[in-house]
C-alpha cells in the first residue's frame, strides 16, 4: 500500500482481504459522505466562493474531505477485490443498470 496513507487507512484497506463477499459488497455500497455532510460541504464551498470562510470553517471544510476521500478509497478498493474474485461489479460502477 502506498507509504503516503496514514496508518488508519492503510490497515482498514489491508484488512478488506479477509472481508466476505458479503462485507465488501456492504462496504462499496455504504461508503459515501452521509447526504447532511455532502450537503454541508456543498455549502461551505459556496461560501468559500462568495466571501472566504473561518479557520473553523476551513478545517470543517478538510475534515469532511478527508471523510469523503476515506470513504471513496474504501469503496474503490472494496470493488477492485469484488472484481478479483470474479464478481459483476457493473451494478455498483453504473447503479442505473441495477
Same mark, same amino acid.
Given at each position: 500500500?502506498? +507509504? /503516503?496513507?496514514?496508518?488508519? &487507512?492503510?490497515?482498514?484497506i489491508d484488512s478488506l482481504d479477509a472481508r466476505s463477499d458479503d462485507?465488501?459488497?456492504?462496504? +462499496?455500497?455504504? /461508503? *459515501?459522505l452521509s447526504p447532511a455532510a455532502a450537503t454541508h460541504l456543498e455549502e461551505?464551498?459556496?461560501k468559500r466562493q462568495r466571501e472566504g470562510l473561518t479557520g473553523d470553517e476551513q478545517r470543517m471544510v478538510a475534515a469532511l474531505v478527508h471523510q469523503y476521500? *476515506?470513504?471513496?478509497?474504501? *469503496? +474503490?478498493? +472494496? &470493488?477492485v477485490r469484488l472484481k478479483e474474485r470474479g464478481?459483476?461489479?457493473?451494478p455498483l460502477l453504473n447503479p442505473n443498470m441495477a
Open positions: 500500500m502506498d +507509504a /503516503s496513507l496514514p496508518v488508519e &487507512i492503510e490497515d482498514l462485507d465488501l459488497w456492504q462496504m +462499496a455500497q455504504a /461508503s *459515501r461551505l464551498n459556496l476521500e *476515506r470513504a471513496m478509497l474504501v *469503496r +474503490a478498493e +472494496a &470493488i464478481q459483476d461489479v457493473a
